[in-house]
């Protein structure tokens, strides 16, 4: 089944202990973003990868940093989460660039800070 | 002013009432505009495709004015599975890799 995994889906952890949310997909795609989601803000990028070794900032990229060693995987890495990072996260990704092609997203990962 | 902007809502509806939620973009050169729906605490999965000429899928309606800058999704008949936050999405920045702006979305609640 064509589909993009992200794991963990749920976690809460203290501020400043540094964590991974992993994001792998299986469809081959070139293009994978991240975003969060907060009430009333809609979705904003954090950071986006449009190929292997090649990623750049979204709107929202303070706190955070991405790698794209692999085409299917794109881990977000808080090195020292701040309770401001407490959100909804959703990997996605799609065949060259969205803005011409449909994004599929992974299931979400909730992440609270305390 | 956002650059994409849509009524929160909610939208209380009865069944097989017909609603219409609109969507505004502030980039006028923007190219690629998307309706996604999203339930509650689930992701986005894309809904339709706009087009120029308006395109139709079921009972789901899309509409573009390109003039007034607003795209618009009607929906016809509703059914309860019909409650979700309709996401307008619009690639609003063309040229910075085509990146796409989501709207906050549009509650709908559909009910018997």
């Known amino acids: 089944e064509a589909q993009v995994t992200q794991n963990p889906r749920y976690l809460i952890t203290v501020t400043g202990k540094k964590l991974t949310v992993t994001c792998s997909q299986n469809m081959n795609h070139e293009y994978m973003s991240w975003y969060r989601q907060d009430p009333g803000l809609g979705l904003r990028q954090i950071y986006y990868?449009?190929?292997?070794?090649?990623?750049d900032k979204g709107d929202v990229p303070e706190g955070y940093k991405v790698s794209r060693k692999e085409k299917r995987n794109f881990p977000l890495i808080l090195e020292s989460p701040s309770p401001n990072q407490t959100s909804l996260y959703f990997c996605?990704?799609?065949?060259?660039?969205?803005?011409?092609?449909?994004?599929?997203f992974g299931a979400g990962s909730r992440l609270t800070v305390l | 002013r956002k650059e994409v902007e849509q009524d929160p809502g909610p939208f209380n509806v009865p069944e097989g009432a017909t609603v219409a939620f609109n969507c505004t973009y502030s980039?006028?050169?923007?190219?690629?505009f998307f309706w996604y729906r999203q339930d509650c605490r689930k992701e986005p999965k894309l809904l339709m495709s706009v087009y120029s000429s308006g395109n139709e899928d079921g009972r789901f309606t899309a509409q573009l004015n390109r003039a007034s800058q607003y795209i618009s999704l009607l929906i016809r008949d509703s059914k309860l599975s019909d409650s979700a936050t309709y996401l307008c999405?619009?690639?609003?920045?063309?040229?910075?890799?085509?990146?796409?702006?989501f709207g906050a979305g549009t509650i709908l609640r559909v009910k018997s």
């Open positions: 980039n006028s050169a923007s190219q690629s």
């Open positions: 990868s449009m190929n292997v070794e090649v990623t």
């Open positions: 996605a990704s799609s065949f060259y660039t969205p803005g011409a092609n449909v994004l599929t």
């Open positions: 999405v619009v690639n609003a920045r063309p040229g910075y890799g085509n990146k796409l702006v």
